[in-house]
C-alpha cells in the first residue's frame, strides 16, 4: 500500500536532528510522500532545507499562516515572495484561525483574500487552516469561486463540507482526530464521498489512539486510514489507493 501525508510539519523543532529517522520510518510504513505546510518566515528556511535535502519525498508549499497574521502581515507577505521562484505543491497553510479571539480578525480576512488570490494566478491548489470561523471562510470563498484545494484537519459539519462544493472543488483532510472517542469528525467521514478525502497528520500534533498524548508523526497513518476503513467498511487498501490518488491529483504530484 503507498499512502500520502498531505500535512506534516516535519521542520518542527521536535523533530531536530532526528528528521532523516523519521522519514525512514514514514516509508517503512508505506507513506513515500509527505508534504510540509508553511507558517511563516521564522520556519520558512528550516522547511524549504528539509525539503531540499529529500526531493521528491518532502513537497513544499509556501504560504502565511492566520496565527501568524498581524497589524504587519503585508511584511510577512513580502517576505514570502521571496520564495516565489520555488517549485511548491500549494499556497498554504492559510485561512482563518478565531480560537483564541478576533484581534486580527478583519487582517487575516484581508491576508486570505491575497492569498486566495495568489493561489489563482499561480494556478496553484490552497490548504485551508480553520478554527472557529467557517461562515467567514464560506463568504470569502465566494469572492474566489472555482478555486480547488483541502480543508485541513477538517473540524466542519457535513453541510459545510456541501456548501464548500458549490464554490469549488474541495477535499477534508482528515487526521488523527477521526479515531478519537465520540469525534463528531467520525460520522462526517461516514457520509463525505472517499473521492473526496485526503489523509494528514499534522506532526507532531493530533495524535491518533492509540499513541494519542504522545508525539505524532507521518509513520501513524495507515492507523487514520484503518479507522476510516472501519467507519466506512472499505478494505484499508481501497483506502490508500483512492486517498493516494485524491492527493495526486489535488496537489500536481
Request: charged content about 30%; glycine content about 8%; aromatic content about 10%.
Amino acid at each position: 500500500m503507498e499512502f500520502i501525508d498531505t500535512h506534516c510539519h516535519i521542520y518542527d523543532e521536535a523533530f531536530k536532528g532526528e528528521e532523516d529517522a523519521y522519514i525512514a520510518r514514514a516509508e517503512e510504513a508505506g507513506v513515500r510522500i509527505m508534504l510540509q505546510p508553511d507558517v511563516d518566515s521564522r520556519e520558512r528556511d528550516a522547511m524549504f532545507s528539509l525539503s531540499d535535502r529529500h526531493p521528491g519525498v518532502l513537497r513544499p508549499m509556501l504560504g502565511l499562516y492566520p496565527g501568524s497574521v498581524d497589524k504587519d502581515w503585508r511584511v510577512e507577505i513580502d517576505r514570502m515572495l521571496e520564495y516565489s521562484d520555488r517549485k511548491v505543491v500549494a499556497i498554504g497553510e492559510i485561512g482563518l484561525d478565531y480560537y483564541y479571539g478576533k484581534e486580527f480578525a478583519s487582517e487575516q480576512r484581508e491576508a486570505l483574500h491575497w492569498q486566495l488570490d495568489y493561489a489563482r494566478e499561480r494556478d496553484l491548489p490552497v490548504n485551508i487552516h480553520l478554527r472557529d470561523a467557517m461562515g467567514d471562510f464560506l463568504e470569502i470563498l465566494k469572492d474566489h469561486k472555482g478555486l480547488r484545494g483541502n480543508m485541513h484537519a477538517y473540524s466542519g459539519s457535513y453541510e459545510s463540507f456541501l456548501e464548500l462544493q458549490k464554490l469549488g472543488d474541495w477535499y477534508i483532510g482528515v487526521g488523527g482526530v477521526v479515531t478519537f472517542k465520540k469525534a463528531s469528525l467520525a460520522d462526517v467521514v461516514r457520509k463525505v464521498p472517499l473521492e473526496r478525502i485526503v489523509l494528514e497528520t499534522d506532526a507532531p500534533y493530533l495524535t491518533p489512539v492509540p499513541f494519542r498524548g504522545r508525539r505524532n508523526e507521518s509513520s501513524h497513518i495507515p492507523l487514520i486510514a484503518a479507522k476510516i476503513a472501519d467507519l466506512k467498511g472499505l478494505p484499508i487498501e481501497e483506502i490508500a489507493a483512492v486517498t493516494t490518488s485524491n492527493a495526486r491529483n489535488l496537489f500536481g504530484i
